[in-house]
């Protein structure tokens, strides 16, 4: 969820689930101090706030810090593309010869593309 790089925690929330379906209930947040330097701690994590994505029902699950509590955002699907190749303009600048970044933002439109994972 969260990394402070000055004192080496990452913050994280349990999935409580046993099964594959995640249960994300707990919201006692827990704290991690992990090793100082690449050689030990390996690649610096990546945090994010959203805590799942449900495409069926048009829902995304995200954590908000401020209220140490989950919102859920529902949202409506302008555009699905699937299998799309890493050669495509959707995902890929010819111009720049590499690959767009995400998410991307049109504030005009108000809508945001991003390439979702399960």
Do not use: C, W
Not at 1 to 10: A, C, G, L, P, Y
Not at 72 to 86: C, S
Request: proline share 10%; aromatic share 6%.
């Amino acid at each position: 969820m969260d990394f402070d790089k000055e004192k080496n925690v990452v913050t994280i929330i349990r999935d409580m689930g046993k099964d594959d379906k995640p249960r994300l209930q707990l919201l006692a947040a827990g704290h991690l101090r992990i090793a100082q330097g690449p050689a030990e701690s390996g690649a610096e994590p990546k945090p994010g706030k959203r805590m799942k994505l449900d495409p069926n029902n048009r829902q995304i699950v995200i954590y908000v810090p401020a209220v140490q509590n989950f919102a859920t955002i529902t949202y409506t699907l302008v555009e699905q593309k699937d299998n799309v190749p890493p050669s495509d303009p959707a995902v890929y600048d010819a111009a720049e010869g590499k690959p767009k970044k995400f998410p991307a933002i049109d504030k005009s439109r108000k809508t945001l593309r991003s390439i979702p994972s399960g």
